[in-house]
Every structure is written in structure tokens, then in C-alpha cells.
């Protein structure tokens, strides 16, 4: 098993010679290998008889894998067996086969560990993440999250850009099962919103995510909150259904990091004339909040 972004043994048996990659990747760094030695590669060519290669976001998954059968935590290179184990075992339809891996290493550290806790879900094909156009107006965000039905919310960002249609980042979670994200996209074609697959998008899930917002001179009476709830089942929709009948939301970012509480970040349209009468939607609403319309972050990124 090697990593995809440095499987030199994979070429090297593909070539039937040694070969030098141009670069390999270094999430798995105990076994980037930019070529494969001569005695190794001796042994592999008489041995060995198909090389699997796995991605960054399948080794994320495995090494979750491990954790909740051994609590133990495994570096990338370390779970490199087991996630080249699940590959093969998917790819060749194998059950009820015993098949024995080696866990080879545990230098982790928490900067890595971040990065694995936020892409194991799409590894493990439990998250899809797209991209979809809702229209601008009122109501748009709850009508859109009664479509998804009772699938869990991962991730929703937008800002306000266009005074017709609202561009919208989603994150769903999944049971891991193809059929179950294609009847997702079903169901977006049905309710006849046009969307983009964004979960295999590098770009989209390493940077484009979380840069959705920007200025937006053309927001009036625009006011920022931060607010806290229980995170539970359809917590957000409960959310969104109390804020979106009422007012115009103009920014919306949540993230469900599996915490006790969910926390968004939401700007809502609040003329002047009508401030008293959003003060006491504010304090009828149930929720803990504070308004930021007033942090310099605001100002300077957002408004």
C-alpha cells in the first residue's frame, strides 16, 4: 500500500525499472519515498502482486478506524495498511475473509490531528460537500434545509452578492453509502436547484470554504450576531425557521464541529424603524446571542 501522492513502488513495477518521481507527498512522511531502493524493489517484483494506493482523506478515515477499535491514535504512514485494507476489500467485493494489516507508527501531533478530525468524514464518504443557488429572498434557507429532509447539516456559509440568487456552501453528512449521496443529488435536481459536487475539490475543501463572505456595500441595515444552541437533530432548521420567517439573512456561517453547542455566525437586515420590534424577537427567541456589528472583523472583512 502507498500513498497516491508518493506511490514510487506503483511505478517502479508499472515502469519494471526504477523510477524517480518528480515529487511526493508528505502527509504520509514515514513512507514518502521518491524512489523505491534496489534491494526493496528486488523483492517487490518477484512478491508482490498488486500495489493499492489510497489518498490523504482515506488514510484521515482509517486512522479514525483505529481509534475507535483500539483508542489508539496511528500517524498517516502508520494507518497506511488499514486504509489500503478497506480500499481493496471495497474494490474486490471481499467478505468474511481475514485479512491482517501492520500499524507502523504513532508520531502524530495536534496540528495533524486537526487535519485529520476535519477530513476523515469525507474519507470515509460520511460528508458531501456542494455547492448550490437558492434564490434571494426571505425563507430561501428554511425552504432549502426542509428539502434535505432529516440528513444532518455538516456546514452552511453564504454572503449576500446578488440581489436574485444566493450562492450557498453546504456540507451533509452521509451513511457512507453512494446511493445515498446520488438520491441527495436527486433530490436537488427535483427541487430543481442547481448544484456543483465540491467533496472531492481540493481547492473547495482546503480553501474556498472558508472564504465564503467578502464585502457587501449593498447590504443596508445590515447587523451581525453570533448565536449558541444545543447542537441536536434538526437543531439548525429550528434555527433558521425562527430567524428566516421574519428577517432577511444577508451572511450565514456554520460549522458542526461535534461540540455540545452549535454556534453561527448570521448578519440580518434590520431596518431602523423596526430596531424595538427585532429587540424583542431577540429576547423571545431562546437562544444565547451577541451582536458583533460593532467588531472591527466585521468592518474590515465583512460589511
Known amino acids: 500500500v502507498e500513498p497516491a501522492d508518493a506511490a514510487s513502488l506503483k511505478a517502479a513495477l508499472e515502469a519494471d525499472e526504477r523510477v524517480s518521481l518528480d515529487q511526493v507527498g508528505l502527509f504520509a512522511d514515514g513512507t514518502a519515498v521518491k524512489q523505491v531502493g534496489i534491494e526493496p524493489f528486488r523483492i517487490c517484483r518477484e512478491t508482490v502482486d498488486e500495489v493499492v494506493t489510497v489518498d490523504s482523506d482515506e488514510l484521515c478515515a482509517a486512522i479514525v478506524d483505529i481509534f475507535q477499535e483500539t483508542r489508539s491514535i496511528a500517524e498517516p504512514s502508520g494507518a497506511l495498511g488499514v486504509a489500503g485494507i478497506k480500499k481493496y476489500l471495497a474494490t474486490h467485493d471481499l467478505h468474511d475473509e481475514h485479512i491482517i494489516t501492520i ?14 478530525a476535519e477530513r476523515a ?9 456542494f455547492a448550490t443557488t437558492i434564490p434571494e429572498q426571505p425563507g430561501s434557507f428554511q425552504r432549502f434545509c426542509k428539502m434535505l429532509g432529516d440528513r444532518g447539516i455538516t456546514e452552511f456559509n453564504y454572503r449576500f452578492a446578488d440581489n436574485q440568487q444566493a450562492q450557498v456552501f453546504v456540507g451533509v453528512r ?17 427541487a430543481e436547484y442547481n448544484w456543483v459536487d465540491f467533496t472531492d475539490n481540493e481547492a473547495a475543501k482546503l480553501h474556498v470554504r472558508y472564504m465564503v463572505g467578502g464585502h457587501a456595500p449593498q447590504v443596508d441595515n445590515e447587523r451581525l450576531f453570533r448565536f449558541e444552541f444545543p447542537e441536536r437533530p434538526g437543531a439548525l432548521l429550528r434555527f433558521l425557521t ?8 444577508s451572511l450565514f456561517h456554520y460549522r458542526n464541529h461535534g461540540a455540545a453547542y452549535g454556534r453561527v455566525l448570521v448578519g440580518i437586515q434590520v431596518a431602523e424603524e423596526f430596531n424595538s420590534e427585532f429587540q424583542v ?3 423571545t427567541l431562546g437562544y444565547v446571542f451577541w451582536e458583533e456589528t460593532n467588531n472591527p472583523a466585521y468592518s474590515l472583512f465583512l460589511k
Open 281 to 283: 424577537f431577540l429576547d
Open 242 to 249: 425562527r430567524i428566516g420567517q421574519r428577517w432577511n439573512i
Open 103 to 116: 500499524n507502523s507508527g504513532a508520531n502524530v501531533n495536534f496540528d495533524r490531528l486537526r487535519h485529520i
Open 121 to 129: 468524514e469525507i474519507g470515509e464518504r460520511r460528508e458531501v460537500l
Open 174 to 190: 452521509m451513511n457512507g453509502k453512494e446511493e445515498e449521496r446520488q438520491q441527495l443529488f436527486k433530490q436537488l435536481d427535483d
